[in-house]
């Protein structure tokens, strides 16, 4: 059984893959230490295993870049579960492509194209089983933040957005309203960690504050570089919508659920909060003529 030339080359691509994830658990090893690192060696040899499979399905050797300081860097950042997941992620997408392809195969390499695809599904509980990561342990605090500053403030911003049109005064009601609010989500998520008693309740204090006073910091950036109203809202809700997006590709890969369900919410409280803003402050602004004031 002779492969075609589109078969050839998609098994070229699996070669290079697994080449790629050979390299990318092998400087993982070389980033961790004891059971970890065992593990991520233990991972690199059978990506290499697996390498060899697809090498001598193509008929000659493939190619790729080795990770840079990037990639080890990144790492650094965004930690060992959450490299582990995405890495897993990729591993179980390959895992339905070769079953897939299969069939493409000849009959005397498919149990060894079976054993792969049983290896690619079976890394995840090797790593992730009790693999502890202060990022982690400390992201529902940041996710309260976040969240919360997000909703907020733009709530806030639309409010204004309905009674006045100077952006200065906005982006300064966006601070003042976002300092004392970081202080007393601060203080609250102090209290909430104090009462759980299984992680540091300044850690907590300090994740969930920050994470509100970076985001108020982000979200009042427009209001101080333009003086059109609307333009500087705008800018404002894409950043927000930015924030939530990198914020939930981080979190439901680390827990294993649906990116996009997870950002379809997200997006839906924060639009909600922006019209209800947005519907007082009209009321207000009519109520009580500010815009003739402003």
């Given at each position: 059984m002779k492969l075609s030339e589109e078969d050839l080359r998609k098994a070229r691509e699996f070669c290079e893959d697994e080449l790629s994830s050979y390299m990318l658990y092998l400087a993982l090893a070389q980033q961790e230490r004891g059971k970890l690192a065992e593990q991520l060696r233990q991972a690199a040899e059978q990506e290499r295993g697996h390498y060899e499979f697809w090498r001598s399905v193509v008929g000659s050797d493939c190619s790729v870049r080795p990770p840079g300081r990037a990639f080890r860097a990144l790492y650094r950042v965004f930690g060992p579960v959450f490299t582990l997941q995405a890495l897993e992620r990729r591993e179980r997408r390959a895992a339905e492509e070769y079953r897939a392809f299969r069939d493409r195969l000849p009959e005397e390499m498919r149990p060894a194209l079976?054993?792969?695809?049983?290896?690619?599904?079976?890394?995840?509980?090797?790593?992730?089983?009790?693999?502890?990561?202060?990022?982690?342990?400390?992201?529902?605090?940041?996710?309260?933040?976040?969240?919360?500053?997000?909703?907020?403030?733009?709530?806030?911003?639309?409010?204004?957005?309905?009674?006045?049109?100077?952006?200065?005064?906005?982006?300064?009601?966006?601070?003042?309203?976002?300092?004392p609010a970081a202080v007393s989500m601060a203080a609250a998520a102090y209290l909430q960690a104090r009462q759980e008693g299984h992680v540091s309740p300044g850690m907590s204090a300090l994740a969930t504050g920050l994470s509100y006073f970076?985001?108020?910091?982000?979200?009042?950036?427009?209001?101080?570089?333009?003086?059109?109203?609307?333009?500087?809202?705008?800018?404002?809700?894409?950043?927000?919508?930015?924030?939530?997006?990198?914020?939930?590709?981080?979190?439901?890969?680390?827990?294993?659920?649906?990116?996009?369900?997870?950002?379809?919410?997200?997006?839906?409280?924060?639009?909600a909060a922006a019209a209800v803003g947005l519907l007082f402050g009209e009321l207000i602004g009519m109520a009580f003529h500010l815009r003739a004031l402003a």
């Open positions: 079976d054993r792969i695809i049983a290896d690619e599904e079976g890394h995840e509980g090797d790593f992730l089983k009790g693999l502890e990561d202060v990022r982690v342990r400390y992201l529902g605090f940041v996710a309260l933040g976040m969240a919360d500053a997000i909703t907020e403030l733009m709530g806030v911003y639309a409010g204004f957005l309905g009674a006045t049109m100077r952006t200065l005064v906005v982006g300064l009601a966006g601070l003042l309203v976002g300092l970076v985001v108020a910091l982000v979200l009042a950036v427009p209001y101080f570089l333009t003086r059109n109203i609307a333009i500087a809202m705008a800018a404002s809700v894409l950043l927000g919508v930015a924030a939530l997006a990198a914020f939930h590709f981080y979190s439901s890969t680390v827990n294993g659920v649906s990116f996009r369900r997870e950002l379809a919410i997200g997006l839906a409280i924060l639009l």
